[in-house]
């Protein structure tokens, strides 16, 4: 069984909708990490929620941490065609990093 | 660029043989982590090292093992190679212990097994 779980695993809308996506766990986290992986590259970091019931911005996109710190949300406004890749959340558990599998958006222009 | 580097890019290779892949962290990290991502299990965590001792241990098979050195510069060795074990190796260097820190990410070697 995984321990983080990202849904859906696959999304494709149109370019200006809004979309969340959902990274679950039955675990604590002490920490939750969201990167974006573009094809050929390596994962890039974008924000890290450390309190539960955090909500961090950036720009367009909008991260939350659930207050039990077992879940997180991403939430995109106005989505953009540069907004396409494979979306990563990640957690610190007992010094190993999990990874969920991710969720891969495409956004139509 | 995120200025961590892995060699080699590519690497195509038979069952049964053994190969090194090599990774070089940001100036000044100490950490380094090593990932196996495939389509089916997505990004695995195999084993992260700090200032040259091992610090955690993920899924990482007994034929795979990894060592950093003095320079901070670290190799995954992974040997008895199956078909299965296909996949973008990633790896990825922070400044420190801490969960919370950036983890950098090279752009990983793919390894094909034929």
């Known amino acids: 069984t995984q321990l983080l779980e990202q849904s859906p695993q696959f999304l494709s809308i149109q370019e200006g909708e809004n979309l969340t996506v959902y990274c679950n766990s039955s675990s604590v986290f002490s920490s939750l990490q969201w990167y974006r992986q573009e094809p050929g590259e390596g994962p890039v970091l974008l924000v890290t929620?450390?309190?539960?019931?955090e909500v961090k911005k950036l720009k367009r996109l909008t991260f939350q941490f659930g207050d039990a710190r077992k879940d997180s949300s991403l939430h995109i406004t106005a989505a953009q065609p540069g907004d396409t890749g494979l979306y990563l959340c990640a957690g610190d558990r007992d010094d190993k990093i999990i990874f969920g599998k991710g969720t891969r958006l495409h956004i139509l222009p | 660029d995120s200025g961590v580097t892995q060699t080699p890019k590519h690497l195509i290779t038979a069952t049964g043989q053994r190969v090194t892949l090599r990774c070089s962290p940001r100036s000044g990290d100490l950490s380094v982590y090593w990932y196996q991502q495939s389509l089916d299990q997505g990004l695995q965590f195999l084993i992260h090292y700090y200032n040259g001792e091992e610090r955690a241990k993920g899924n990482i098979l007994e034929r795979f093992s990894a060592q950093q050195f003095p320079d901070l510069h670290s190799e995954l060795n992974l040997s008895s190679l199956e078909l299965g074990d296909s996949a973008l190796y990633f790896c990825?260097?922070?400044?420190?212990?801490?969960?919370?820190?950036?983890?950098?990410f090279g752009p990983g070697t793919r390894l094909t097994v034929l």
């Open positions: 929620v450390v309190t539960g019931g």
């Open positions: 990825a260097s922070s400044p420190g212990l801490a969960g919370t820190d950036t983890q950098y």
